[in-house]
């Protein structure tokens, strides 16, 4: 038989109390006598007491946690240790705040079907545009939210990185060691109609490559430029390269727009027998703990990841406590190119 969980009244009954003030003690303890609350505690510690979670909620329309709502199902997000990075940001606000976490993948599929269903006081999206269904239900429902890796828009708070900047510098390092055959392995973006559809920073990163070639009188639409998109995954990176190497002009250079694609590009590579960088150079954007470790260590373009998602969260912290009004809560942060052993100068045709 299942044993009847300990109520608040009979903390009350066996502490001669009444439940008011048992009530007090764990929501609102400083108009207890110092005496009457630690009776009260430590007979609610012998019954095996704890509040009810869900009447809590309901009391105070509060769940002290926040949501993480994510563009892909937890097997595909936990896969790439990007994310462990930016959850080690949110954690240290969480940790520090008082709140916990709750991961919010796709629910049947639906990301606006998961909102409804995630008990959290606000939500840090991730990768998704400012009028996407998603962000337009958080609206309506009043819930706060703050953009990571979207588009900046007056009033709504947000946190991105210049992903132009960082690809820029490299195309243009690459353009200098010679490259003119250059292969870019986007994520996927599941836009019709190629790059000029683009948004976030898929389209921040490709308008930095862009920039760079037209330094070189060059552009996408060039001989020996080509751009695929692949998923954004360790085997999405070694589908590109297979795909690349089957064609009867090589790229001398591959482009990835995230490292755990590059690390894919190396993984392939290196199973068939192709040296990097003797034969093509590699590089990425991320700078994961895998980049530096790498054979050969991965050329990158390093972003604040675990900053990112601390500022994240300390603006939804901020954003649920409406507190410091006058605060911008937007951030831009900055990258750097970290040039490693996997890119070189082009090859000397045999």
Not at 186 to 197: D, K, P
Not at 228 to 249: I, N, S, Y
């Amino acid at each position: 038989m299942k044993p009847r969980r300990v109520t608040m009244q009979d903390v009350a009954d066996k502490a001669q109390v009444s439940k008011t003030a048992v009530s007090m003690a764990f929501n609102d303890n400083a108009r207890l006598s110092e005496a009457t609350l630690k009776l009260i505690m430590a007979t609610a510690a012998e019954l095996g007491y704890s509040q009810d979670p869900a009447a809590r909620m309901l009391r105070t329309r509060r769940t002290n946690s926040l949501g993480l709502l994510l563009p892909q199902q937890l097997d595909k997000v936990l896969e790439n240790p990007y994310y462990s990075q930016f959850l080690q940001g949110i954690g240290q606000t969480c940790q520090r705040e008082g709140y916990t976490l709750l991961l919010a993948p796709p629910l049947r599929g639906s990301m606006l079907k998961t909102i409804p269903y995630a008990a959290v006081d606000g939500f840090i999206v991730s990768g998704l545009e400012y009028d996407r269904g998603e962000v337009s239900a958080l609206r309506q429902r009043g819930i706060p939210f703050v953009l990571v890796d979207s588009e900046l828009h007056d009033g709504v708070p947000s946190v991105e990185i210049d992903d132009s900047e960082g690809i820029e510098q490299l195309v243009r390092h690459l353009l200098d060691l010679g490259h003119r055959r250059i292969a870019i392995l986007a994520f996927e973006t599941g836009i019709e109609g190629g790059y000029r559809n683009w948004r976030g920073p898929v389209l921040r990163r490709m308008q930095g490559a862009i920039a760079a070639l037209d330094a070189y009188g060059l552009a996408p639409e060039s001989d020996g430029i080509s751009v695929l998109e692949v998923p954004c995954t360790r085997q999405g990176g070694v589908r590109g390269f297979h795909d690349l190497w089957a064609r009867d002009e090589r790229p001398t250079a591959i482009v990835s727009f995230s490292d755990i694609i590059a690390l894919g590009v190396l993984d392939a590579a290196r199973d068939a027998g192709v040296s990097v960088p003797g034969e093509v150079s590699v590089s990425g954007f991320d700078d994961l703990a895998e980049a530096g470790w790498a054979m050969p260590s991965l050329t990158t373009v390093r972003q604040p990841i675990e900053s990112k998602g601390r500022l994240a969260a300390e603006f939804l912290v901020e954003a649920i406590s409406a507190e410091d009004t006058s605060r911008e809560h937007q951030q831009r942060l900055h990258t750097t190119v970290l040039l490693r052993d996997s890119t070189g100068p082009v090859p000397v045709p045999r």
